[in-house]
């Protein structure tokens, strides 16, 4: 069985919680399903998972599979894609 990434469990509590959501939220969320501290630094992986064609880091080494959020403002985003689909 594949070990969960950060990044997959973020998308995970995104789906879950709806909407558009604070970094806290969803680090909350996360820690409450698989426990407290797994991960740390949600604030890059969060950035970091913004295509660049939306403002996303350049730098970022995640794979594009999971640049799926959109930054609504600062410490604020939704999900824009699951599964290769828009979702707003």
């Known amino acids: 069985m594949k070990r969960m990434t950060q990044a997959e ?3 995970e509590a995104f789906k879950a919680l709806g909407g558009t959501r604070r970094i806290f939220e969803i680090k909350n969320w996360v820690d409450n399903k698989y426990g407290l501290n797994r991960w740390k630094d949600f604030n890059t992986t969060i950035a970091d998972m913004v295509p660049i064609s939306l403002g996303g880091n350049k730098t970022s080494t995640l794979p594009e599979r999971v640049k799926v959020l959109k930054r609504v403002k600062v ?7 699951t599964e290769g689909k828009m979702t707003e």
């Open 9 to 11: 469990a973020i998308i």
């Open 75 to 81: 410490g604020h985003y939704c999900l824009i894609m």
